[in-house]
């Protein structure tokens, strides 16, 4: 069994209240993959860089035990470059720059090796791109969860929702989840979103949690009170990584397994914000992650007596 992960692998420029970093690495596929790798040392990357990356940073992934045989590397081309900046309370943030690059024409080569993937995670990408590596799996994996991101809502809307038909959780932030209900409620848009097709929707709302709906259930899941948050870039897809990483690990797609899965994914995010960039998940150790969670029970356990 292997977890596959699809997403960006990109330079990001990032502006926070707390500093400014013009060429960081990032992208979807490389955030998922490290946090996922705190779970299983099985994950499987695809995705597309040019020659610009820098090999030790491909060379991290690899330490942390993640396969990037599916990296595809374009000589004379430039890597996806993305660059924003936080407002002044960190939850909200302004695109100011998507260069696509090798990403504009990225035709996803399916490893052989990759082909026993029996969970697959659609990292924030162009939607026809996600849709074609499910196509390209041989065998329809147990579990396929997707992200995606307003500005593929903007412009590629027809194959977002052709590619929602396909997965079984879609995860998106709230303010995401409104534009693609067209409905303010977040209890609202869930129900509107569930008919389009994942049978699980993830809400995430930034330092106020995540919520998962499933039929007519939901469950909530907090986020960590930290005195420094210096960069959420990221956190979003540390969080699906930790979701995936866990489910992975376990086996166990049920909606119970996925509440814990919801807490595995908030606790790796606490981590991501910490620092500018993923470097926050290179060296964690199991110890650090298990602390992580308890410190998550202790948050919202409390005994309380019905009269
Ligand atoms: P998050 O903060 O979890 O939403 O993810 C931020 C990461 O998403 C950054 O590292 C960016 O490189 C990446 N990203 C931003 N816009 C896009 C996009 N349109 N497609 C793919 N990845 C993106």
Known sequence: MSLVVIGSVAFDGIETPFGKVDRIIGGSGTYISFSASYFTKNVKLVGVVGDDFPKESIKALEERGVNTEGLQIKQGEKSFFWQGKYHLDLNSRDTLV?????????????????????????????????????????????????????????????????????VDVLSVNDEEARQLSGEHSLVK????????????????????????????????????????????TGAGDTFAGGFIGHIAKTGDISFENMKRALIYGSAMASFCVGKFGPEALYTLTDAQVQERVQEFIDLVQFEIELV
């Open 98 to 166: 998507t260069e696509l690059n090798v990403l504009a024409d990225f035709d996803p080569i399916i490893p052989e090796s990759y082909q026993d993937c029996e969970y697959l995670i659609l990292g924030n990408l162009t939607p026809q791109i996600q849709k074609t590596v499910i196509e390209r799996l041989k065998k329809r994996p147990k579990l396929i969860v997707m992200d995606t991101m307003n500005f593929w809502m903007e412009i590629a809307l027809d194959d977002l929702k052709a590619v929602l038909k396909m």
């Open 189 to 232: 848009a869930a129900k509107k979103i569930l008919e389009m097709g994942p049978k699980f929707l993830i809400i995430k709302k930034g330092e106020h949690g995540a919520l998962l709906f499933h039929k007519n259930e939901v469950f909530f899941a907090p986020a960590l009170p930290l005195e420094e948050v210096f960069d959420p």
